[in-house]
């Protein structure tokens, strides 16, 4: 070799074709519907160079040992295992951010979804059409009917409704579970989403910078056919604390609204337990109220245990230094709720806003607290 040649790197040889798309499966408990998953993907996506990634969040039945059983034999199928996290946003984030492609869709491993329509997707994507393509239930063709019970269909075009008005996502179904989008709008936004909660989607439509090219496909949403829907009450307290911190600009953190829910609930135990320390074994206001405060304290830890900090919840011996913590906390927050109200009261003498501000700031100082020190990550 002359000094005036460079050496070049070797070519290689039978290099792979280009991944076009990374499909992201959520899953929890869904061991029977892993392979029929895979075969209806094989099917809707013939011709086009993809991957699927299923993302568990430790499930009890054998979904993961299924999804590697069946990805030892087919390079296209990936793994990747939770453990210590909960929440179907954060598992497709963390999916999303795992993709080879440089277009990601997410579907539910329920198989209500219809992923023949995974192509014209794509094609939208790959063609400059759209940033962002969303399987629409409520829109043309689209239709809910079957997979829907007629209350959570309700409660879903309410919840539509409500978002479109508030945060002007201007689509006819910011609750899908079912889209696509270019993997750079992730790599942009992703420090902004929130991983808890089911609503990712409306997440992702409020955080993504604008001029983001959007568009809507019709689907037909089928019933689910096994296992059981994961969708509880918590997806409405999730969803008005997603919708919360949207429309605040961040500023109120999503877990915060739980938390707050849990402290109003606590309230009423508070006074129900004082009124019966009083009444029922004739002890003094003080002694009432000391003993109202410890069972209200105690009853907002064990359901912000069970709802606020579930991805986080406490057992075993965590369980006793985690309360002892929580009654620090609120020890001191009680402080700082008299100490503020105080404050305020000698600037505006008026008994409610003071009482209000009070109330404000030991919320927040509990909230924070507890994060950092009874349900630490």
Not at 237 to 259: E, M
Not at 284 to 306: P, W, Y
Not at 324 to 348: E, K, P, Q, R
Request: aromatic share 8%.
């Amino acid at each position: 070799m002359t000094e005036t040649q460079t050496e070049r790197p070797p070519r290689a040889a039978n290099l792979p074709a280009r991944l076009q798309l990374s499909v992201v499966v959520p899953t929890y408990c869904e061991a029977g519907n892993i392979a029929s998953m895979i075969s209806a993907l094989d099917a809707a996506l013939a011709g086009i160079n993809w991957e699927v990634i299923f993302v568990d969040d430790d499930s009890p039945d054998g979904t993961m040992s299924t999804i590697r059983s069946i990805g030892a034999h087919d390079g296209r199928v990936r793994a990747l295992r939770r453990v210590g996290r909960r929440g179907l946003a954060g598992a497709v984030i963390e999916g999303m951010l795992a993709s080879g492609a440089d277009i990601v869709a997410v579907v539910d491993a329920d198989l209500q979804h219809d992923e023949k329509l995974l192509p014209d997707m794509l094609r939208d994507i790959e063609t400059g059409k759209s940033d962002i393509v969303i399987g629409t239930r409520y829109d043309q063709t689209g239709d809910a009917s079957e997979g829907f019970s007629a209350t959570r269909r309700v409660s879903s075009m309410l919840a539509t409704t409500l978002t479109n008005m508030l945060l002007k996502t201007n689509v006819s179904d910011p609750m899908s579970g079912f889209f696509m989008l270019k993997r750079s709008i992730i790599d942009t936004i992703a420090p902004k989403l929130s991983p808890g909660g089911f609503k990712l989607l409306l997440d992702i439509l409020a955080s993504a910078p604008s001029g983001v090219r959007v568009s809507e496909k019709p689907y037909v949403f089928r019933p689910r056919k096994v296992g059981q829907s994961k969708l509880d009450g918590l997806v409405i307290a999730d969803f008005l604390g997603l919708l919360l911190t949207k429309t605040t600009g961040n500023l109120v953190p999503p877990r915060f609204f739980l938390f707050a829910l849990v402290g109003a609930t606590g309230l009423i135990i508070h006074l129900a337990a004082l009124r019966s320390a009083i009444v029922l074994a004739r002890a003094s206001f003080n002694e009432a109220q000391i003993f109202a405060a410890f069972v209200a304290m105690t009853f907002n830890f064990f359901l912000n245990n069970a709802l606020t900090f579930r991805d986080r919840r406490l057992s075993g011996v965590d369980i006793i230094s985690g309360l002892l913590t929580f009654y620090v906390v609120c020890s001191v927050g009680t402080l700082a709720n008299i100490g503020v109200a105080d404050l305020v009261y000698n600037h505006d003498p008026n008994w409610w806003r003071a009482g209000i501000a009070g109330a404000l700031m030991a919320a927040v100082f509990n909230y924070a607290a507890s994060s950092a020190l009874t349900w630490r990550r």
